[in-house]
Every structure is written in structure tokens, then in C-alpha cells.
């Protein structure tokens, strides 16, 4: 052992698998004396020493990566859990709608609390995406609509989405027959705001990023700033409650697409998923598109999806709801290093659990659970079926609550956790009620009214709702629609309005018969005089042309026209 200065404890750990070694290396181990603890032989591993890797070099680093284990595990010892929970974290943030936007909007209707969330600003920022797009399309794929383009703005923008929104209170098959003169289908609203052919244009070209500046690199680059200007506006609005939730929630959408999740041979269960950080009472804060494993710089493991999401209220004592998709130890520990406790259910096999309580067999009622040294608790409790639950805020308290009638001992931390829960359900139940989700080949736009429409009129609802009185949600969208469809109108536009309102009425062609004698009242019809000229000439056209005694006053020089002519010349006078 001259040559290799090694410590048998920490190099023959449990942790440390000899066949990493090259045990040919190995000699006069057991002629020191120390006891050798050969570790179970489930997975074998070839390690390949490198031909500048000398033996010392060998030992260190199987010893180096030993103790990074080690580190990574943390505190697992595990114990029966006490009544007195070891991490608690003050939570005391104000929370609900921010000042001064309580006081501003106490009496305000529901298109004040609207347009803080989803300002002029995004709308005007439509509307020059818009135009610029309709362009580019103009130039590169001429058609018949496309060359009646005319730039938009953002109050006609804002019409667009009134419209939008409409149509999710008032379905129809399709949307042509808003402005079907069927009296099956015949609707009013529509055609008040803007022609079939205006919206269709607009709805085609509906445009949210500048392509040709956008980082085609970015998987989601034509919804990024939307996406990035509304978590803004979420959070300078609204302070979350102690509980949070993080969960997913799916936009539907059956197109091809790769960032489509879901069953892809069940089309109607697939769509895009955007992970949503969500506070009683259904308030989303903040949302994430996810775009594929290997298009995430950093969400690349659920501990960092929730680490990412969470980053604007950490260390200020709030609670943590996640599913099993997120739930770990590493992501327990993560988050009591930076003050905010994690509550949620677990998987079986989630690293670091106690088998004593993952494989304890139990009857209906019963539950086992355990803690650590930090005070993180996993308790299994068998309801109907087995839950595996963590928590670093709740110890073992079974607190008697009424289900169905009967009262029934349940786990504290299960209540916690159904509360917290309760968020990213109430904004996915108030976002389904009256949405204007149509199918569609372009998912960007999908995705943008799905936000806008959707995701920010609930935010606006639940404002309204704490801060001046309650209201269904039906009823706040039908507001929403005037709002949208008249709000908006500056000074500039009254302006126009008045001038085209001030503008001569269109005349009016009548046939009327002139009075007095035939000869001074027959005249030359002038269409048939013309067309007897340049068939036989204006010698011939005198004896064929007809002579009539009616004429229209409007027309400049007053001409004679028989009717049949009239007609002709004047097709919208009848």
C-alpha cells in the first residue's frame, strides 16, 4: 500500500460498486485487515481506463465520484414522524389584487380589469404583425382577396377579438353563417361590426411576431412575446395566496404538429401543453409552453420545470402542490433551500423513499409514514386504492372531515393538497365554459386567442370577482364582447366618422316623362342612338334609333332614355 494512499471505509462503501475497480489493482486489500463489504451483484459495470489514466488516478476518481454521491443524497435517514413539524416557513405576503389597481378599478366594469391584463399596447403590436404579414403574402401570393387588403389597426384588432369571443356564446356550425341572410341562421351582432369578407381577412392574416427578425431556432417563436407580455401583465396584477399549484393543462389541437402531446392515434385527447403555476381561486400567475425535451435550455427535468416556473416566489414562504409527474426528494430539498415548501403525490419509484412505507401492505384507513432529519414526510394512506403523498409542511394529523354524508378520517396533507388543487381545476373549468376554440391549421393563432380569450378573461373574472361583486362568467364575457367591438374609438376616428356622415347622400336616378308637345318633348334614347351609330351609322340610326319622351334630371345634360336603357345604365336605382 506504499503506492496508493487510500481510506478502505469511504473507498469499500455500500455506495461504491467494486466492479468499477480494476481489481487486478486491488492487491493486499485484505491483507490489511479491514473488512471487505462486497455489494449486491444487480448491475454490472465495465469500467475503461484510459491510457494516460494511471492507477492512483483509478482509485481517486472512483473515491471522488463515491462522495458526490454521497452529497446528492442528502439527509435520507429515516424515523417515525413527530407531532411537530421541524421545517415550517412563515408565509407573509400580501396577496390578492396589487396596489394600486384595488383602489383604481373598485367600481370599474368588466373592460377596465380586461385591459389591464391584455393592454392597447399587445393590441397595437397585432396589428402592425398583421399588416406586415398580409404584405409579404401580397407580394409573394397575389389573389383576388389579398390585393383588397387594407392595413388594420387596433381598435379594428380588438372588433376581431369582440367577434372572436362572440362566436363562443353564440355557436353556429360555421362560421360563414354568422352573416347567412337565412332566417334559420340569420344573425344581427356580425354583420353590424364588420363584413364576412373583412373578418375572414383578418382571421387569415391574424399575425402575433415579425418572421423575419424572430429566431426561426425557437420552436415557438411565433407565440414566445405573446407569451412573455401577458406572464408580465399576470404578475404586476396579482399576488398569489400562500397555496400554489403546478400542473398542465392542454390546448386541443389535432393538427400535425411536434409539439403536440398526448395519445396521437386518439386525435380529440391531443394538443399542446402549456404548464401553468395557478392560486386559489383559479388566478394563473404565470404559463410555459413546453417545446420538446431537446428544445428546453433548462426545463429538462421536472425538478427544473418546477424550479423555472416557481423562480418569482421563492423564498417567500409559499406552498408548492405538484403531481406525481413532478414530485421528488431532490425537488423537496431544492425548494426548503430556498423557503417554499413542496406538497404533493409521489410515484413508487421515486428515488430515496422508505420501503417501509412504499411496500408497507395495508387495509382500507390504515396509512404508515416516515420523515427525514430535514422534517420531509412520506406517508402511504389506503383509501380505495394506495396514495403515496409528500409533504415538508404537514406532519401526522388525521383531522375528521365529511364525505358523502359520513366523517371520515383523512390526512391533513391530502386536504392541503386538494385545496391547492383546486386552482389549476377552476381555471381549466371557467376556461371551457363558453370558449371560442375552433378548429384551425394554424396553431399559433389557436394558442393566441386560447390566451388571450381564454387564459386572461378568467385572470380579469377572478378580479372582478374579489374586488367589486360576483358575477357568472357568460355574463362577464357578453360585457367583454361590447367592450371590445366600441371601446377604443379616439378622437382622430370620430373625426372620420363625422366627415363621412357629412358627405352627400348618393343621387338618386329617377325616369321622369317631359310635358308639352311630341316635338318638343321625344327625344333620341341615347344608349339606342348609340348603338344603332355604330352598327349602321348615323344615317341610318336617325330613322332607327327610338324617340322617347323620358329623361333623368341627375344625369348632367339631362338625356332622354327609354326604359330598357335606363335600366341598364342605372342598376342600383330600382
Not at 374586488?467 to 367583454?480: K, M, P, S, W
Not at 342612338?529 to 355604330?534: D, L, N, P, Q, T
Request: glycine residues 4%; charged residues 30%.
Amino acid at each position: 500500500m506504499s503506492e496508493l494512499d487510500i481510506n478502505s471505509e469511504n473507498l469499500f462503501s455500500p455506495q461504491v460498486n467494486l466492479r468499477e475497480i480494476d481489481l487486478d489493482n486491488a492487491y493486499d486489500l485484505e491483507a490489511s485487515g479491514d473488512e471487505i463489504i462486497h455489494p449486491p451483484k444487480k448491475r454490472k459495470r465495465l469500467y475503461i481506463r484510459r491510457d494516460s489514466e494511471t492507477k492512483c488516478d483509478l482509485v481517486e476518481n472512483v473515491v471522488t465520484a463515491n462522495v458526490a454521491h454521497v452529497s446528492s443524497s442528502r439527509l435520507q435517514k429515516w424515523r417515525e414522524p413527530t407531532e411537530h413539524q421541524l421545517s415550517q416557513i412563515a408565509f407573509t405576503e400580501p396577496t390578492g389584487i396589487k396596489k394600486p389597481y384595488d383602489e383604481e378599478l373598485r367600481n370599474a366594469d368588466p373592460g377596465a380589469y380586461f385591459s389591464l391584463i391584455v393592454s392597447d399596447d399587445i393590441f397595437e403590436e397585432i396589428a402592425v404583425q398583421t399588416n406586415l404579414y398580409a404584405e409579404r403574402r401580397e407580394s409573394t401570393m397575389p389573389s383576388s382577396r389579398l390585393n383588397s387588403w387594407k392595413p388594420t389597426n387596433k381598435n379594428e384588432v380588438k372588433s376581431l377579438f369582440g367577434l372572436i369571443m362572440y362566436m363562443g356564446l353564440v355557436k353556429l356550425p360555421k362560421i360563414s353563417l354568422y352573416w347567412s341572410t337565412d332566417r334559420v341562421f340569420k344573425q344581427t351582432f356580425a354583420p353590424s361590426i364588420m363584413s364576412r369578407n373583412r373578418f375572414e381577412l383578418l382571421l387569415q392574416n391574424l399575425h402575433f411576431v415579425e418572421n423575419e427578425i424572430a429566431d426561426a431556432a425557437d420552436r415557438i417563436y411565433k407565440i414566445r412575446s405573446l407569451i412573455d407580455k401577458l406572464n408580465k401583465s399576470f404578475q404586476r396584477c396579482y399576488s398569489p395566496k400562500e397555496e400554489v399549484c403546478v400542473d398542465e393543462s392542454q390546448v386541443p389541437y389535432s393538427g400535425r404538429l411536434i409539439l403536440r402531446q398526448g395519445n396521437k392515434r386518439k386525435k380529440h385527447k391531443c394538443g399542446m401543453k402549456l404548464v401553468k403555476l395557478c392560486t386559489i381561486p383559479g388566478y394563473t400567475y404565470k404559463l410555459e409552453l413546453y417545446a420538446g425535451k431537446n428544445h428546453e435550455p433548462l426545463n429538462t427535468t421536472p425538478k427544473n420545470v418546477v424550479m423555472s416556473i416557481c423562480k418569482e416566489i421563492l423564498d417567500l414562504g409559499h406552498t408548492v402542490a405538484t403531481n406525481n409527474s413532478y414530485t421528488s426528494l431532490d425537488l423537496a430539498h431544492e425548494l426548503l433551500d430556498r423557503n417554499t415548501h413542496l406538497l404533493g403525490t409521489l410515484r413508487k419509484n421515486s428515488k430515496g423513499l422508505p420501503k417501509q412505507v412504499i411496500d408497507a401492505k395495508l387495509k382500507q384507513g390504515e396509512s404508515v409514514e416516515m420523515e427525514n432529519e430535514r422534517g420531509i414526510t412520506v406517508l402511504h394512506w389506503k383509501d380505495e386504492r394506495s396514495v403515496l403523498m409528500l409533504s415538508t409542511k404537514h406532519t401526522k394529523e388525521f383531522p375528521s372531515v365529511p364525505i358523502k354524508g359520513k366523517m371520515v378520517r383523512t390526512p391533513k396533507l391530502i386536504i392541503a393538497y386538494n385545496k391547492a388543487k383546486g386552482a389549476i381545476h377552476t381555471s381549466d373549468q371557467m376556461n371551457a365554459y363558453s370558449s371560442p376554440l375552433r378548429k384551425t391549421l394554424k396553431w399559433y393563432k389557436k394558442l393566441g386567442i386560447e390566451l388571450i380569450l381564454n387564459t386572461a378573461v378568467v385572470n380579469a373574472w377572478i378580479m372582478f370577482c374579489e374586488n367589486t361583486a360576483q358575477q357568472g362568467i357568460v355574463e362577464f364575457r357578453r360585457q367583454l364582447v361590447e367592450y371590445l367591438v366600441d371601446s377604443g374609438k379616439d378622437e382622430s376616428e370620430d373625426n372620420e366618422n363625422e366627415s363621412i356622415s357629412k358627405r352627400p347622400e348618393r343621387v338618386k336616378h329617377t325616369l321622369i316623362t317631359k310635358e308639352g308637345k311630341v316635338r318638343q318633348s321625344r327625344r333620341f334614347c341615347v344608349e339606342c342612338y348609340k348603338s344603332c351609330v355604330s352598327i349602321f351609322g348615323s344615317r341610318i340610326a336617325k330613322n332607327r334609333a327610338k324617340k322617347v319622351p323620358t329623361y333623368c334630371p341627375e344625369c348632367p345634360a339631362q338625356p332622354h332614355y327609354c326604359l330598357q336603357c335606363f335600366n341598364k345604365c342605372h342598376p342600383y336605382t330600382m
